[in-house]
């Protein structure tokens, strides 16, 4: 688990290929690894992956096939900025939000304008993660943990302060810059729990009982207001 403060940006020094997956050579910034061991947890622009090897100041991590396709992991070159974080501990300031480092999907950027002293993004989430999305929500990108500003269907804003702009690779993005988003995870467990016994069935169980969630059963079940 992480809190989705970033403790440094790293650099990718080396990408070797591995039987159709990659191991990824990190050189880590200012990130301390005084105590960080091997099989330690290092969330990668917040990815979760596990250090294989180490010096003080890099780390190695092997990277699957699925995580390569599913992620803007697959995208990076020698020479990419990424954000960096340990994986928390029971003395951890949990200054952001419970972060698991595993990845819902890909988001891309659509827009960045000044808002003062501040930075705005507009953001492109995938549709299927929309409902997870809600204004003042938590929103993790690029494993930085972030306040949902306004929501447009599957399009939402967030606005960076300078020193978050400084002290991650926020700062970098661009329209089309690709993202990747993890949405709070107590949102994904509220719907499993809503679904009552229809949890157990399978999607096409599911489907041909009707035991489909819609605006009536959450009315019916005191989550919605008509």
Known sequence: MFTGIIQS????????????????????GKLDMSDVALGDSIAVNGVC????????????????RETLSLTSLGALS???DVNLEKALTLQTRLGGHMVSGHVDGLGEVESRHNDGRSTRFRIKAPDELAKYIAEKGSITIDGVS???????GAFFEINIVPHTIQET??????????????VDVVARYLERLIQGDAAALSSTSASESGNNITESFLAENGFYKT
């Not at 940006?9 to 880590?28: F, R």
């Open 169 to 182: 690779i926020i700062g970098s993005y661009q329209a089309g810059t690709k993202i990747n988003l993890e």
């Open 78 to 80: 020698k020479g990419s």
């Open 146 to 152: 972030l306040t949902v500003n306004v929501v447009d």
């Open 49 to 64: 992956l596990t250090a294989i090897a180490m010096s003080e100041s890099s780390f190695t991590a092997d990277v699957s």
């Open 9 to 28: 940006i790293g650099t990718i020094t080396d990408l070797q290929p591995k039987g159709g997956d990659m191991a990824l050579v990190v050189n880590t």
